[in-house]
């Protein structure tokens, strides 16, 4: 059986469901190797799962990237677009074609 066939659902999130606290935090720490492999690398990364818990539905365990019960996460930043300004500035004598 593949990895990924055995990956369920709970029912009343549709979150990805864990079977114990130690399945759950293992899939924490993977979230935060791929978040410092990026930031290492200087390329966005959008895996932001901070804890786990358990849900009282499903008797599962799930993932969030709220800190804790009552405070959400912070926005992502979007990084800002280059306009021909910036190039400009940072390029004397090359002319923008766009």
Known sequence: MSRNSRKTLCRLSGKR??????????????ADCTRKAAAEDGVPCRRRER???ECEQCKG???TSWVDALTPPRPMQA?????????ASSAIGVRWLG
């Open 17 to 30: 469901r864990f079977r114990d606290h130690l399945e759950a935090m293992k899939a924490i720490r993977r």
């Open 51 to 53: 804890r786990c818990y």
């Open 61 to 63: 365990w799930h993932l």
């Open 79 to 87: 990084e800002p677009a280059a306009t021909p300004a910036d190039h």
